[in-house]
């Protein structure tokens, strides 16, 4: 009864994860087909196939975006955030869960907070501060801001994992003779190695594709991450969405390529034990 409620199950299981693979992917297709035709044509048939492939969108996007620096640009903000924030979630997750930290809860409480508060709230004295400072308008001013934003989150993550593992491993540690920075970095860390590297890539992405707070914090072209080049193609009050699509999918490009090696390690990472509080 079980194997034949099953198997009718499966057709309807089949068609509805091919819808979700069409809404899904189809926005894709329209976005890379429509990287292939001229403005001209999106303006009369944006949902069709290309009548002629214009391959050279991609190579005036490249040149006219300054889509190499601003690559190079974006790499060095996401790597030095995911670093960062694997860096600050882990240490902070080690503490909440191995070290008698006064305040109990309340860090929990201030980590769903600090996740949930909109960042446009504290724009106008960032900026006041970071001018001061002399932050603004340079990229580790920014990095900062994206350590702040991305790493609650990532401790929550980190938690769930310290949470569930065994304490038997430190415990022997340390009557080896081993301190805590020992525990920590030669037992705690190989452990929970799939959390780390899934916040450091969830962290590193966020930083690669955000927009608002870099569109605010960084003003000189030169320094502008990649996100920012699609305002190159912008004209007054029109826009030529052929080269905006190409600009796209050379931005989305190195993002799929990474998701794609290091998926395995993105989906263990959220789905071996949640986020516990």
Do not use: C
């Amino acid at each position: 009864m079980v194997a034949t409620t099953a198997r009718r199950a499966q057709p309807v299981t089949w068609v509805v994860l091919g819808l979700l693979g069409v809404y899904a992917l189809g926005p894709l297709l329209v976005f890379a087909s429509n990287s292939l035709k001229s403005a001209r044509e999106i303006d009369a048939n944006p949902l069709g196939l290309p009548q002629s492939w214009s391959w050279s969108n991609f190579a005036v996007a490249w040149e006219r975006a300054h889509m190499g620096g601003a690559l190079l640009n974006s790499l060095v903000i996401a790597v030095a955030t995911a670093a960062g924030v694997a860096l600050i979630a882990t240490m902070a997750a080690y503490a909440m869960t191995r070290l008698d930290l006064p305040g109990g809860g309340g860090w929990i409480l201030w980590l769903l907070v600090s996740s949930s508060l909109p960042i446009q709230l504290f724009l106008v004295p960032l900026v006041s501060w970071w001018s001061t400072l002399g932050l603004y308008n340079q990229p580790i001013g920014l990095i900062i801001i994206y350590w702040a934003v991305y790493s609650p989150f990532a401790t929550l993550l980190v938690r769930a994992f310290l949470i569930g593992m065994p304490r038997e491993y430190e415990e022997a540690a340390r009557l080896d003779g081993a301190g805590e920075l020992g525990v920590f970095a030669r037992i705690v860390l190989p452990m929970i190695r799939p959390a780390v590297l899934t916040a450091a890539l969830v962290s590193g992405l966020q930083a690669y594709n955000e927009f608002m707070l870099a569109v605010t914090f960084i003003q000189d072209r030169d320094l502008q991450p990649v996100a920012l080049s699609l305002y190159s193609f912008q004209q007054g009050f029109t826009t030529d969405w052929s080269l905006v699509s190409a600009a796209g999918l050379i931005m989305a490009l190195p993002v799929v390529v990474l998701f794609l090696t290091m998926q395995r390690t993105f989906i263990d990472g959220y789905v071996s034990r949640g986020i516990a509080v």
